[in-house]
């Protein structure tokens, strides 16, 4: 896959992650459009990357996100890649009984069905595409969950599981279904206050963009990113290891 000359949808290009993708692909020779919740996020993303178009979306609403379709669709007729990156991530716990599971739904729309409703909307248009790709961002913990953010391990679980079927469904189309899981990010992804440290099990977001590049470039359908390679490796070996 072409790194260069796409123009490209990154949800929740505001921040961490995204942001670093936005810088990166950017820095390739991309166009880039991003959206999310905070317009003044958005407009700083734009005041220091002149050249970056941006829409305020919550992609986890059904009108929002039609509402991006359309404009997009009629703003960017070359749009030929579409990255699902935004994401929210909570702590659940059960003991305190269906309380803490007030934002568990957002959860799952945010992180799970925002990303499958976008990829159906915008799939008969990336098929028209010669070059064209849907890259979701799972994570290492789609492998082995963290127990204190149970429901955000659970829809990245479903990423990962509806990624092979979504890959497998476009075998024969001009649109590659990428899936790449980071590790640790040194973002805000747990709030402003509990933002990691890079180090041995955090990986930068600008790390992790430049993974994403590589897996394009590669054509590395399936990658897992520092200590999530691990994790995924070690699922394998004991998926082998039970099914001789
Ligand atoms: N950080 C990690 O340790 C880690 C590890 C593995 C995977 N990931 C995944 O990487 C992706 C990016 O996360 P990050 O670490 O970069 O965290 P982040 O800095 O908090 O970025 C998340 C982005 O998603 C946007 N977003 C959240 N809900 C949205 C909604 N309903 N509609 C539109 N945009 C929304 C946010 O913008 P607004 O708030 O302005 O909407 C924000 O820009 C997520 O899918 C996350 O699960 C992160």
Redesign the pocket.
């Known amino acids: 896959m072409k790194t260069s000359g796409n123009t490209v949808l990154i949800?929740?290009?505001?921040?961490?992650?995204?942001?670093a993708l936005t810088e990166a692909l950017m820095r390739s020779g991309n166009q880039v459009v991003i959206?999310?919740?905070?317009r003044d996020?958005?407009k700083a993303v734009q005041a220091r990357m002149s050249g970056v178009y941006f829409r305020v979306?919550?992609?986890?609403?059904a009108r929002s996100r039609q509402a991006l379709v359309d404009w997009l669709l009629s703003e960017f007729r070359q749009l030929n890649v579409l990255i699902n990156?935004?994401?929210?991530?909570r702590q659940v716990n059960f003991l305190k009984g269906p309380k803490d599971l007030r934002e568990a739904d957002?959860e799952v729309a945010?992180?799970l069905m925002?990303p499958i409703h976008l990829s159906a909307q915008l799939l008969s248009h990336l098929r028209g595409k010669k070059e064209a790709a849907i890259v979701n961002?799972?994570?290492?913990?789609a492998f082995t969950p963290l127990a204190f953010v149970p429901v955000?391990c659970a829809t990245?679980a479903a990423v990962h599981s509806w990624s092979l079927s979504l890959r497998h469904q476009l075998r024969n189309t001009s649109v590659r279904v990428f899936e790449v899981?980071?590790?640790?990010?040194?973002?805000?992804?747990?709030g402003e206050r509990n933002r990691?440290e890079v180090g041995d099990y955090v990986m930068s977001?600008e790390a992790v963009a430049d993974g994403v590049l590589k897996a394009l470039d590669q054509n590395q359908y399936e990658i897992a990113l520092g200590a999530?390679a691990n994790l995924l490796a070690e699922r394998d070996s004991l998926f082998s290891a039970i099914n001789r």
């Open positions: 949800t929740g290009g505001g921040s961490g992650i995204g942001l959206c999310g919740r905070r996020r958005l979306c919550d992609v986890s609403k990156n935004a994401g929210i991530q957002n945010t992180n925002a961002i799972s994570s290492g913990l955000y990245k899981a980071p590790p640790m990010v040194a973002t805000e992804l747990a990691p977001a999530a």
